[in-house]
């Protein structure tokens, strides 16, 4: 029996791609006071199987110098969060997974993940997530956005 898993894939050094996005949005005058950046992943997998511990053991996806990763409880974005996934991927699954199989992966999907929090350290609102990704977060002639 399969199942979809949701990992998110984030940067445990400064993460110098947010810090752009931020102060970028900032200068924008979109109310932003935090942003975090994920890779995030959508694995169709078996449940019996050792998902993260594959996952963690796959150098393409993820290095434990750098990388932190969580399971999500659900398979949609959060509060406060964007999905940007990017269209005509090479929908192969030795292809998402950087060449490396994963057992009881049946399919994977990779979308990178944007959370905005505001002044008061809160989820921002779904219009203050749609404003930052129409604004420079998503380019739509190549991206779709997933609220």
Known sequence: MSR???LAISLKIPDNEAFTALTTLQRLRVA????????????????????????QA???????????????AQSHPREGEVWIEELGQDPSLRAQLGGKMISGVRSAKRMRGWRLFTEN???ANRTLVKTAADVILCNPA???AIF
């Open 4 to 6: 979809t898993r949701c």
């Open 142 to 144: 190549i991206e779709r």
């Open 58 to 72: 796959n150098e393409l996806l993820f290095n434990p110098n750098k990388h932190q990763i969580v399971e999500l």
């Open 32 to 55: 932003v006071a935090q942003i975090e950046r994920a890779d995030v992943w959508l694995f169709e997998a078996d449940e019996a199987n050792g998902l993260l511990e594959a996952v």
């Open 121 to 123: 350290g809160s989820p």
